[in-house]
């Protein structure tokens, strides 16, 4: 069973950053993890993937954005890093893992009913 636990959500103003933390046991083999956000009223959505075996990552669109995800092997974690944040970016954040490569969830790869495992949560609030 796995079990993810997020971390680093808080209050921050407009323009600011945070990174937020999943700790799991999701590198006991291979894993596609994803950070989604939901905010109150909107439909849970996915912001970024990371494929723990090769680190290949995926956003849902292309081109430079503002958050970036990696992994920390040696800690068991896989990082969102969010920069120049808006108020539009206030959510709940969500890390979910499935147990496969992230490139077999095809055009799945952003639909939150394909993972299996989900932490509880950690709130990002952006205020301007």
């Known amino acids: 069973q796995v079990q993810l636990v997020e971390s680093g959500g808080g209050s921050v103003q407009a323009g600011g950053s945070l990174r937020l933390s999943c700790a799991g046991s999701?590198?006991?083999?291979?894993?596609?993890v994803a950070w989604f956000r939901q905010a109150p009223g909107k439909e849970r959505e996915g912001v970024a993937a990371i494929d723990t075996t090769t680190g290949v990552k995926s956003y849902p669109l292309p081109g430079k954005g503002r958050f970036s995800i990696s992994r920390n092997t040696a800690e068991n974690s896989v990082l969102l890093q969010m920069d120049s944040l808006r108020p539009d970016d206030t959510a709940m954040y969500y890390c979910?893992?499935?147990?496969?490569?992230?490139?077999?969830?095809?055009?799945?790869?952003?639909?939150?009913?394909?993972?299996?495992?989900w932490g509880q949560g950690t709130q990002v609030t952006v205020s301007s």
């Open positions: 979910s893992a499935a147990p496969e490569a992230c490139w077999q969830k095809g055009g799945g790869l952003w639909s939150a009913s394909g993972y299996n495992y």
């Open positions: 999701v590198y006991t083999s291979r894993y596609c």
